[in-house]
């Protein structure tokens, strides 16, 4: 397999770095990511497919492409459920500039069935509303496999919740189900504390530091990519689903903004999901070995595959961004713990 590189590199504010990756030769770099590409993975890269990669250790930031992508580092890419990032602090903002409690229920602001009454702002955040991972009954409007959320606007949520809530059972709230609805409520209740659109907000919070995020149907231009088949694509829409699929942004700006949650804090509990895995919302955490907490996110649409993972404690991170629905496995992991254990050999 045949790689190419193109690398752009970020100085930030120091001029002599000794401990992180801006003091290895340029070549090391290289060759330690096409090692990992060759020996621990086997990705073939369609014409015209690849990889766009932002890589931090410390005060350091690098940009690079792997594959045989055309498009500059300026291109944006559908950053499927990684959105629910950013919907998760618009929504935080909300609530406290209107004096709102996560602990508030959402039927105060939205016309919800009774069964629903109990759901809270935090039990969406966190995904322990018991609500469906789509809308009930989802499939029925979809009219093209290819783009599944095109036909489901915002208008449609409430009402077809309220047409099947005989089919919710509020018993089990407080249970972690993972979903795309909890969010999309979420947008909705931004719009309506806020009395703004969804997107004008996220343009409004964020495009002065991370100038390229918007909604994708915004978007000045979108990566083209490839289907799990090969085959060429395009991207989805989201009318109703954009607070928990549907931004977009380059490579460059969501690894500006990983880095910016080196220092945050969650406002939110953890959460276990399994015996390593845990979720704190917005984020998810993996526990490894020796106490090593690796924070992580990922999204993929049909021709779309976006992972983060980063260790705060290392302020250390690894941002991709492939143009193909077939995913990315764990490769930012692996180059992430090859950071990790580089900086920790050059102490």
Partial sequence: MRIHFVLIIFFCS????????MAQDLANLKNEVEKILEFDYSLHFEEGE????????????FIFKVGNMIHDSLINFQVGSVSKIFTAELINAALAKKNLSTS??????????????EITFDQLITHRSNL???????????????????????????PELNRYSELYQPENLNEFNYGNLNYALLGLLTERIEEKDYCELIKEKYQAQFPSIRCSDRADSLSFG??????????WDFPGFAPSEG???NVIDLTNYVRSEFEKQSEFESIKISKNLYHEAPWY?????????????????????????????????????????????????TILSMVDDTKKKNK
């Avoid at 120091?14 to 990756?21: E, K, N, P, R």
């Avoid at 599944?148 to 949520?157: F, T, V």
Wanted: net charge neutral.
């Fill in 14 to 21: 120091t001029l002599f770095i000794s401990h992180d990756l």
């Fill in 50 to 61: 690849g990889l766009w990669l932002g890589v931090i250790d410390g005060d350091s930031t």
């Fill in 104 to 117: 508030d229920k959402i039927s105060n602001h939205l016309e919800l069935h009774k069964e629903y009454g």
């Fill in 132 to 158: 469906p991972k789509d809308p009930y009954f989802f499939g029925r409007h979809n009219k093209n496999p290819d783009n599944p959320y095109e036909s489901y606007p915002d208008s449609l949520i409430v």
């Fill in 226 to 235: 490839f289907d799990k088949a090969g085959q060429l694509g395009y991207p």
């Fill in 247 to 249: 931004l977009s942004m």
């Fill in 285 to 333: 955490i993996i526990k490894q070995k020796r106490n090593r907490e690796i924070y992580s996110f990922s999204g993929t649409t049909s021709i779309h595959s976006v992972f983060v993972c980063m260790n705060k404690e290392n302020k250390t991170a690894v941002v991709m961004m492939r143009n193909s629905g077939k995913g990315i496995l764990h490769l930012p992991l």
